[in-house]
């Protein structure tokens, strides 16, 4: 695989601290019942682990699922696969993802937990990408991102680049 050209985008000093702020924030408006945090995976597993501690909380239970829409592209499918979902009934689901980009992916997630009270969580937001049919907006937001693709802290380009500590546009050499 030949190297894209990578650009910085977030710091990790950033991403940081925004979660630690998020971490404060869903504390103090989530508090009063347990809650289940729900990761789409693999994309959000840097940030999940990173916003779980800052969640200041007696009962939180951590779940994983499988998410994903773009396969070996920077451009999603539009077509959504998602593992199957957990019954999490009458439960406080903080339900979060790396990426909110089209809206379809956390879309079919939220649906697919009905009964659930569901609150959403995301890193980054391209708001200029949404579809119709996609949740349009999240309840608790990282960063917003111009339309650009990015990787690092979790996000990957065919899985490479999850491993970097911050956020890195891909930038396309003409």
């Given at each position: 695989?030949?190297?894209?050209?990578?650009?910085?985008?977030?710091?990790?000093?950033?991403?940081?601290?925004?979660?630690?702020?998020?971490?404060?924030?869903?504390s103090a408006n989530l508090s009063g019942s347990p809650l289940t945090i729900l990761a789409l995976m693999d994309g959000a597993?840097?940030?999940?682990?990173?916003?779980?501690?800052?969640?200041?909380?007696?009962?939180?239970?951590?779940?994983?699922?499988?998410?994903?829409?773009?396969?070996?592209?920077?451009?999603?499918?539009?077509?959504?696969k998602l593992e199957e979902m957990p019954d999490l009934s009458g439960r406080t689901v903080l339900l979060v993802d790396d990426i909110l980009d089209t809206g379809r992916t956390l879309q079919a997630a939220k649906t697919a937990l009905a009964g659930a009270i569901v609150h959403t969580c995301?890193?980054?937001?391209?708001?200029?990408?949404?579809?119709?049919?996609?949740?349009?907006?999240?309840?608790?937001?990282?960063?917003?991102?111009?339309?650009?693709?990015?990787?690092?802290?979790?996000l990957d380009f065919d899985g490479h680049y999850r491993h970097l500590p911050d956020i890195r546009k891909v930038v396309s050499e003409k």
């Open positions: 695989m030949p190297q894209p050209s990578l650009k910085p985008l977030i710091s990790s000093r950033k991403i940081h601290k925004r979660v630690q702020e998020l971490g404060r924030e869903i597993f840097c940030f999940v682990a990173d916003l779980a501690r800052a969640i200041d909380q007696p009962d939180v239970t951590l779940r994983f699922i499988r998410a994903t829409s773009y396969g070996r592209s920077i451009v999603s499918s539009g077509q959504v995301v890193l980054l937001n391209k708001p200029m990408r949404r579809v119709p049919d996609g949740l349009q907006i999240a309840d608790y937001v990282g960063f917003t991102i111009p339309d650009v693709f990015v990787v690092g802290y979790g």
